[in-house]
């Protein structure tokens, strides 16, 4: 048991929903004039929701991408909505897309303080996973291999996990890392 619980917070959820179908992108601004589409500069048009909170990016190849979810479920309300919202506006969808969960960012507080040179001199078994050259960058980047995600970790003990596509592998991910600098005596609280 950590003597300090990690605060961990889902920051955004990426998630994408593949047609198999095209979808004509001048008909969806016909009919949703809110939309950005500007193809000489991007090949995809913006369709911004409010309610669930999410940017979603649609290709004329059928593929959508959502960002900005807080949830996993958060991320697949969104895109249904999306999909329903463009059958009704008259564009055509026909069955029903598979929804995928590709990147979670995450942010956390460890709770204490973090030696990074110590930690990353003890490591000396991970090089290749784990890079600190604090000249170049104030943080740790940290690679997990179970579950696979990329941790930038920094002094202050705070951190971001990227590279999840599951909630539970976040806080997996952060656990076994707060575990070792426990046990390994890198962390030091207050």
């Not at 930690?119 to 690679?143: A, H, K, L, T, V």
Request: glycine share 8%; proline share 5%.
């Amino acid at each position: 048991m950590p003597k300090v619980e990690p605060i961990v917070r889902v920051e955004n959820i990426v998630a994408s929903a593949i047609l198999t179908h095209r979808i004509e992108l001048n008909a969806v601004v016909r009919a949703f004039p809110e939309v950005e589409y500007r193809p000489e500069q991007f090949p995809g048009l913006i369709f911004r929701l409010k309610k669930p909170k999410a940017t979603n990016l649609i290709f004329g190849s059928g593929k959508i991408i959502s960002t900005g979810a807080r949830s996993e479920k958060e991320a697949e309300k969104a895109l249904g909505r999306l999909l329903n919202m463009l059958r009704d506006g008259g564009i055509l969808i026909t069955g029903k897309p598979e929804i995928r969960v590709t990147n979670i960012v995450a942010s956390a507080n460890l709770g204490g303080t973090i030696d990074l040179l110590q930690f990353y001199e003890s490591e000396r078994n991970m090089r290749g996973r784990i890079m600190y050259e604090p000249d170049q960058f104030p943080g740790m980047i940290y690679r997990t291999e179970d579950p696979r995600t990329v941790i930038l970790l920094f002094s202050t003990g705070k951190l971001v996990c990227t590279g999840a596509t599951k909630e539970e592998d976040v806080h997996r991910a952060i656990k076994k890392l707060h575990q070792r600098l426990e046990e390994e005596e890198h962390i030091h609280y207050e």
